[in-house]
T-cell receptor, first 115, second 115 residues
Framework: EAGVTQFPSHSVIEKGQTVTLRCDPI?????LYWYRRVMGKEIKFLLH????????ESGMPNNRFLAERTGGTYSTLKVQPAELEDSGVYFC?????????????FGPGTRLLVL | QKEVEQDPGPLSVPEGAIVSLNCTYS??????FMWYRQYSRKGPELLMY????GNKEDGRFTAQVDKSSKYISLFIRDSQPSDSATYLC???????????????FGKGTKLSVIP
């Protein structure tokens, strides 16, 4: 079974540019989470989709970040315009609730550097 | 005060040693406690999870939760060089009905097991 995949693995852009990150969850997983790790800090929650609906976007830093999950399959996270403080590793995780609990499976992350 | 505190290390031990990793937390709503292992340039991989207080053992790994002290531990027996990685504690609220079960992470402890 294929795991969670993310594209691109790395992205280097200049301040003010736009970047779109993509996450393909494990097939059949309704839950999709985005997290971010800024250098020197812990991994922090950004938002959560259940199928195509945003369940919780309380962790989104500001309105420069836009997440979508059209059709309830893959998800994109767009940063527009990018700022220096957006640099970090963006992780996607997917899960399916079974037996009252859920295990979140993480992708390898996208390393974003804003210059 | 951070919700989850974890000493980032680094921690260096000789092969065969017993390793003790731990986290403290402040949010009483946390009911599920996880340990993730993360190799360099990879995403976090779930090692173990524990519900509420108690111990759980899986091979060389033992997870302990003491909710009265808000303290969780991971013990690795007979440590191997392949155990060298960053270990992240994570936790979430009880799974009950709909909603987001976002994980709250510690910073991670970087472990090196020296042959």
């Amino acid at each position: 079974e294929a795991g969670v995949t993310q594209f691109p693995s790395h992205s280097v852009i200049e301040k003010g540019q736009t970047v779109t990150l993509r996450c393909d969850p494990i097939s059949g997983h309704d839950n999709l989470y985005w997290y971010r790790r800024v250098m020197g800090k812990e991994i922090k929650f950004l938002l959560h989709f259940v199928k195509e609906s945003k369940q919780d976007e309380s962790g989104m830093p500001n309105n420069r970040f836009l997440a979508e999950r059209t059709g309830g399959t893959y998800s994109t996270l767009k940063v527009q315009p990018a700022e220096l403080e957006d640099s970090g590793v963006y992780f996607c995780a997917s899960s399916q609730k079974t037996g009252g609990t859920e295990t979140q499976y993480f992708g390898p992350g996208t390393r974003l550097l804003v210059l | 005060q951070k919700e989850v505190e974890q000493d980032p290390g680094p921690l260096s031990v000789p092969e065969g040693a017993i390793v003790s990793l731990n986290c403290t937390y402040s949010n009483s709503a946390f009911q599920y406690f996880m340990w993730y292992r993360q190799y360099s340039r990879k995403g976090p991989e779930l090692l173990m999870y524990t519900y509420s207080s108690g111990n759980k053992e899986d091979g060389r790994f033992t997870a302990q939760v003491d909710k009265s002290s808000k303290y969780i531990s991971l013990f690795i027996r007979d440590s191997q060089p392949s155990d060298s990685a960053t270990y992240l504690c994570a936790m979430t609220r009880a799974y009950s009905g709909a909603g987001s079960y976002q994980l709250t992470f510690g910073k991670g402890t970087k472990l090196s097991v020296i042959p």
